[in-house]
């Protein structure tokens, strides 16, 4: 289920939508597997193990119960990457949610163990300019391109704001001063900023 639009704002597109990985199913399935399989194991067998039957059998319709939760869960979580901010949410009753706007995004860093390199799957550790400081997404899939998904939403988001704090009118001093910052990314070359940054002080 993607993202509903209607949360998006006026002109605002979404770059990634993405649930949790797979491995979120992990141990609800590991559990689930394992008392099923105990299950068919005593089920008919003599009766010195038919006593087994329904305890292990209440203990495999819990892991059922488990996992089908854990799959609402799945279903109702999002990690968003739009044109302007992060977004994570989640819940299926009760919702909570985390935005973090593109342009007070500090750093952004992914972290996988080799298990997790093997699979794919990984922890996105994200700083903001905000009052949560550091925020770690859990089970985001393909980490690392996420990583660089973010930075060109961030390049690109700059470029924007550029564009129309020119139109705006906003002073020659800020507006030399993103192009810097837009130069430092590598956004844009030694020339191109040059260029913009005489046309800046001949207007």
């Given at each position: 289920m993607p993202y509903p639009a209607r949360l998006l704002n006026p002109d605002e597109s979404v770059a990634l939508d993405l649930h949790p990985h797979w491995w979120f199913f992990a141990e609800s399935v590991t559990a689930f597997v394992v008392s099923g399989v105990l299950w068919l194991f005593v089920f008919g067998q003599d009766e010195a193990k038919t006593f087994l039957t329904y305890p292990i059998g209440v203990v495999a319709l819990g892991a059922l119960v488990w996992l089908l939760i854990r799959y609402l869960k799945w279903r109702t979580t999002y990690f968003v990457i739009t044109s302007d901010r992060l977004i994570y949410r989640h819940g299926v009753i009760a919702k909570a949610g985390i935005e973090i706007p593109?342009?007070?995004v500090n750093n952004v860093n992914f972290k996988q163990s080799i298990?997790?390199?093997m699979i794919g799957a990984g922890d996105l550790l994200?700083?903001?300019?905000?009052?949560?400081?550091?925020q770690r997404f859990s089970d985001i899939a393909k980490?690392?391109?996420?990583?660089?998904?973010?930075?060109?939403q961030?390049?690109?988001?700059?470029?924007?704001?550029?564009?129309?704090?020119?139109?705006?009118?906003?002073?020659i001093a800020t507006q030399i001063e993103?192009?810097?910052?837009?130069?430092?990314?590598g956004s844009i070359t030694a020339e191109e900023f040059a260029a913009q940054k005489q046309r800046l002080l001949d207007s």
């Open positions: 593109l342009e007070r298990f997790e390199r994200i700083e903001s300019g905000g009052e949560d400081g550091q980490p690392e391109k996420v990583q660089n998904l973010i930075h060109m961030m390049e690109d988001n700059q470029k924007r704001s550029f564009s129309v704090n020119v139109v705006g009118g906003n002073d993103k192009l810097e910052g837009l130069r430092d990314r």
